[in-house]
């Protein structure tokens, strides 16, 4: 029995490769040192892998940015913006893909399925597809020569890819297959030739609804790939859920299969008992979870492990992470802070491999050791009372059979809601402002104690105080306070409420070098004072403009943290509800009368399977009411949703009951305006007029054709003028620039439309 990997998290215990990045964008250091960064933190990597004991080590998961980025870049799917001709792509032209340039808009990017990693969406429409280079060939001769690894080349497959891209139509498939299959060939005749055992193909899509037609076309893909290279081993690799249709999976012309056996535990279980396994494969048994960050009771993965041997030979069994561990921080070593009981039940990516090993060991060999303490661990936790207040745990279990709604329709409360008085298109933001060097200094010295509690007050009064004057200066319609007491959207408030740990160092990679530290909710959430209230009514008391109170919806705080395994997720996010609620409750009575829930990652929640969206969308939703429904008709409550395919997802959004809700669709705002010419949608909705994650700063005439296209599609009384989501990670003097010009674009559509500024 082996062991095996199928990905490592990229950014370093400390964070290096995210330091490197910026280094490089910021000219502070030159390329050939950042490539030579690179390289040192990629190999390190990889020897702790080897040094752990795994057998089949994955090499050419790393990346700059993104690995689909990657495979865009080396089929050369480079859009002709860019002014790419031929060969290599240079990291200029890359990194201008994935963040934009002062000539050209980046690339879409959207959510990795299901999960809070965002991938640079492919555009395939105005180029004919060349191998620029073999990535994976690279990197698997690196990892030989420099470490002896004899690496397992991991690559995300046609059919994935294929599916994840935008530019052409669904008749157009069939073409593109046949222009992409032969340059998978290519980089696979290359690979075999150098000496390579085993490739790791990804196909994650093949968990998704797919249909049997599309089936047949896996099939010919796959085909293709074996006559080309019949003696290369592919390991067909799939995660986050049960494969949809088994049988055809497991008999596709391939030496192995991977599957999910914690996140489609049931499915794959049940298939592999009914069915059985093909004698001539390999099964990649995936029984340590690559998604969240709990110890694993390893006696219940042993059984797991014995009913699977059952079935397939151990020579035939890999075992190894449900998915690539870039979902989870690092390593537990320097989580010296947390509560002993909370740290010995964690498991980072370093001791998920130590597990996988351990488990693959002790199955063949015997041993109880590690077992004896993960179970003795876990039920250490399990009976401490943080896990069992009994009052909070009946009050959400209450919800589930309770219909939640705001006391009035929309249509009454929108009557109601005139009085705020405000233009057409109104103009706001999303929520924060830049967190300059300044901000984050007073945070650190604050918490260090070097600033008192008081000076810190004043500190983020100030940058309040000079954030609403620069808004009033800009002419905005509603203010936000910019958040600057906030290190991130959902840590700010797990660090308010009962049940929730943090870590030290549990940095995860969202997208670039975008890494977030996702709090742990360990035990029962509890309301035990107001969080936002005192910084909202300072802003409120400096203008006679609405200022939003900005809070994190629940179900985003459910799916950006990492959330204990022992309740139903939507009981959890009932407790999350119940607490919001509460400080929504305080914010109105505090004079705050526009309220932003904000729920960024409600749709990322979706499971794969549509069959299961029903069961989602209905608690998911009731969650959100059950934070805001208390609140009068004059309050008016807001939302945001960050990047999604919004197309197939309007009827939930409706459902929510917000009065406004903002959305991130610069980098596809054509696809999601036509989707409102076949969906009626009549609520207030600000669809984001330009793109915050890149540098640049949009003209007046960009902004103000993207507001034009969006009339096209909504009411002029219903549409909100906005960016694409909150302003935190971008600079001073370019968020100015940009705001300005977005009011200026917005007074010139209001100008055409005859209506006064």
Known sequence: MKSSNLGYPRIGENREWKKA?????????TESHFLVQMEQIRLNHLQKQKDAGIDLIPVGDFTFYDHILDLAVMFGFVPKRYEYEDGAVPLSTYFAMARGSDRAVACEMTKWF??????????????KPTLTENKPLHAYREAKEKLGIDGKPVIVGPYTFLKLSKGFGPKELPALILQIVPLYIQVLQELAAEGVQWVQIDEPILVTSVTKDEMRTVLYIYKQLNEAVPKLRIMLQTYFDAVEHYEDVVNLPVAGV????????????????????????????GVIDGRNIWRSDLSVKRELVETLKSIVPKESLWLQPSSSLLHVPVTVRYENELNPTVKEVLAFADEKIVEIVSLA?????GGEEPFAQSKTALARLNQSADRNRKEIQEAAAAFISQDVQRSSSFEQRQEIQKAWNLPLLPTTTIGSFPQTLEVRQARRKWRQGELTTEEYDQFIQKEIRKWIEIQEDIGLDVFVHGEFERTDMVEFFGEKLGGFAFTKNGWVQSYGSRCVKPPVIYGDVQFLQPMTVKESVFAQSLTNKPVKGMITGPVTILNWSFVRDDLPRSHVAFQIALALRNEVEALETAGIKMIQVDEPALREGLPLKKSAWDDYLQWAIKAFR???????????????????EFHDFIGAIDQL????ISIETSRSHGELVSAFHHNAYHKGIGLGVYDIHSPRVPSCEEINEVIEHGLKALEKDQFWINPDCGLKTRGMEETVRSLANMVTATHIVRERLGVKS
């Open 626 to 644: 059950v934070t805001n429904s208390s609140v009068a008709d004059m309050t008016q409550i807001h939302t945001h949703m960050c990047y999604c």
């Open 258 to 285: 991977g599957l999910d056996f914690v996140h489609g535990l049931e499915g794959n279980l049940q298939a592999v008992k009914e069915h059985g396994f093909p004698t001539d494969k390999v099964l990649g048994a």
């Open 657 to 660: 009951d917000a009065d406004v």
């Open 21 to 29: 990045l910026e280094g490089y964008w910021a000219g502070k250091i």
């Open 361 to 365: 060991e002790n199955v063949v060999n």
């Open 114 to 127: 299901n999960t809070n990693y965002h991938y640079i969406v492919p555009e395939l429409g105005d180029r």
